[in-house]
């Protein structure tokens, strides 16, 4: 199984820039590992539901961004550390949430739906004050 671990969340004022990671480790019984898996970052915020924010295809380096945090932030991977991660600049306190990292089957293309994730981490918070 793999196992997405989240870091980089905190406090921080308005404008101010985070880089969020996720640690991928382990394989699944066929073998699959990080490099293999779509990854996305989704997002829930207190009385709301889970959005997606960004994906990235496990191959060709295809990206997706929610219009909301578009031209702020960027998401990548590194198959060789496999990790990805959430740069976020110009943080806004809209942007406070509870951020998750998670994996779904995919080669070229990213995916959009929660429900084509497989794996997902514990989520890391993540606090915008203004």
Known sequence: QLQPVESGGGLVQAGDS??????????????????????GWFRQAPGKERELVAA?????????????????????????????????????????????????QSDNYYLLNAGAYDYWGQGTQVTVSS
Request: with cysteine; proline share 3%; charged share 15%.
């Open 56 to 104: 990235i295809s496990a191959i060709g380096g295809r990206t997706y961004v929610t219009n909301s945090v578009k031209g702020r932030f960027t998401i990548s991977r590194d198959n060789g550390k496999n990790t990805l991660y959430l740069q976020m600049v110009s943080l806004k306190p809209e942007d406070t949430a509870v951020y998750y990292c998670a994996a779904g």
């Open 18 to 39: 985070l880089r969020l990671s996720c640690l991928v480790s382990g394989r699944t019984p066929s073998g699959r590992t990080f490099s293999n898996y779509g990854m």
